[in-house]
C-alpha cells in the first residue's frame, strides 16, 4: 500500500509486531495489527493496542499472502452510506404482496 514513514513496535502483552505509519503524505499516525487468519484476537487485546491512543488498522494475513484491512475503532461509528446505483427490488416486492394480502 506504499505506506509512509513505517516502523515497527513491540508488544510483548499480545506477542505480536505491531506496525506505525503513514497511509500518505501528511496523513496521521496509525497503528497497524498484522494477524494471521487464524490467530484468535479478544477484546483485550484489541482494548490494548486501542489504549496507545492512535487509530487502528487491523489486518488480517491468509495463507496466500491476501490482506483484508478493518478499521477498528474506540467507539461506534456510523457507516458511510454505499455507493453506487443500487435499487432495493426485494423490500418493494414484499411490500407489494404484504399490501395485496
Given at each position: 500500500r506504499q505506506w509512509k514513514e513505517v516502523s515497527c513496535v513491540k508488544s510483548p502483552e499480545l506477542q505480536v509486531v505491531l506496525l506505525e505509519g503513514k497511509e500518505k503524505?501528511?496523513?496521521?499516525?496509525?497503528?497497524?495489527?498484522p494477524l494471521?487468519?487464524?490467530?484468535?484476537?479478544?477484546?483485550?487485546?484489541?482494548?490494548?493496542?486501542?489504549?496507545?491512543?492512535?487509530?487502528?488498522?487491523?489486518?488480517?494475513?491468509?495463507?496466500?499472502?491476501?490482506l483484508v484491512y478493518q478499521r477498528m475503532t474506540d467507539s461506534l461509528?456510523?457507516?458511510?452510506?454505499?455507493?453506487?446505483?443500487?435499487?432495493?427490488?426485494?423490500r418493494r416486492q414484499h411490500r407489494k404482496r404484504r399490501q395485496q394480502h
Amino acid at each position: 500500500r506504499q505506506w509512509k514513514e513505517v516502523s515497527c513496535v513491540k508488544s510483548p502483552e499480545l506477542q505480536v509486531v505491531l506496525l506505525e505509519g503513514k497511509e500518505k503524505e501528511g496523513a496521521p499516525v496509525q497503528t497497524i495489527l498484522p494477524l494471521p487468519v487464524h490467530r484468535l484476537l479478544s477484546h483485550k487485546s484489541i482494548r490494548h493496542v486501542l489504549d496507545r491512543g492512535l487509530p487502528m488498522l487491523l489486518c488480517a494475513v491468509a495463507s496466500d499472502s491476501t490482506l483484508v484491512y478493518q478499521r477498528m475503532t474506540d467507539s461506534l461509528v456510523t457507516p458511510d452510506p454505499p455507493v453506487g446505483p443500487f435499487q432495493d427490488v426485494g423490500r418493494r416486492q414484499h411490500r407489494k404482496r404484504r399490501q395485496q394480502h
